[in-house]
Structures are given as structure tokens and as C-alpha cells.
Nanobody, 115 residues
Framework: QVQLVESGGGLVQPGGSLRLSCAASGIIFRIFGVAWYRQAPGKQRELVASITNDGSTTYVYSVKGRFTISRDNAKNTVYLQMNSLKSEDTAVYYC?????????WGQGTQVTVSS
């Protein structure tokens, strides 16, 4: 059974940092790209960052220089290091496969940036 489980969210003050994790199971993880998405209430879900099977990365402009996506194939895990967090980063964050056979949406992890 394919599962993608997000964790690491929480409440943080503006300027703070969080590291999100996406743990995968039920797939040959190393052959898939993985992406992080986020969705705030009343807003469209947006692609935040992605990483290919060989480690190439992309980011939405608004997080460039602040967020870093990485992967550890030995642990079947993708990370999203988020620094210099802003209130507009508040959202539920999800991970999913890039070009997977279908979406595997999990529960996501809530990130709240507030003073």
C-alpha cells in the first residue's frame, strides 16, 4: 500500500524555522520525484517545491532562498527545510509524487506562522 506521511509542522513565530518530513512507503522511492504543496483556507493548492529522482530541485518564487527541499533515499524520506518563515507561509503542507500513477494525498501537516 502506497503511503506518504507528512510531519514536522507546528506553530512558529515569524522569522523562525521548521523542517517538514515526507515519509514514503509502498513504492520504489528512489525512482520518483516528490513535491511539496500547500493550501490555505480559501486559497488554491500551490506547488511549493519539488525534487527529482536525481536531486534536481525547483521552487515557487515566493520561497526561493528560504526553503530547501532534499531527499534521503535510504530513509525513503523527503524534507522541506523552511527558514525565515512569514505569516503568508501559513497553510497545510502536503507531499506527493511527481508523475506518479495517481495522487496519494495524506493528511498533511499544519504550519502556522504567527506572533
Amino acid at each position: 500500500q502506497v503511503q506518504l506521511v507528512e510531519s514536522g509542522g507546528g506553530l512558529v513565530q515569524p522569522g523562525g524555522s521548521l523542517r517538514l518530513s515526507c515519509a514514503a512507503s509502498g513504492i520504489i522511492f528512489r525512482i520518483f520525484g516528490v513535491a511539496w504543496y500547500r493550501q490555505a483556507p480559501g486559497k488554491q493548492r500551490e506547488l511549493v517545491a519539488s525534487i527529482t529522482n536525481d536531486g534536481s530541485t525547483t521552487y515557487v518564487y515566493s520561497v526561493k532562498g528560504r526553503f530547501t527541499i532534499s531527499r534521503d533515499n535510504a530513509k525513503n524520506t523527503v524534507y522541506l527545510q523552511m527558514n525565515s518563515l512569514k505569516s503568508e507561509d501559513t497553510a497545510v503542507y502536503y507531499c506527493n509524487l511527481v508523475n506518479g500513477p495517481k495522487p496519494y494525498w495524506g493528511q498533511g501537516t499544519q504550519v502556522t506562522v504567527s506572533s
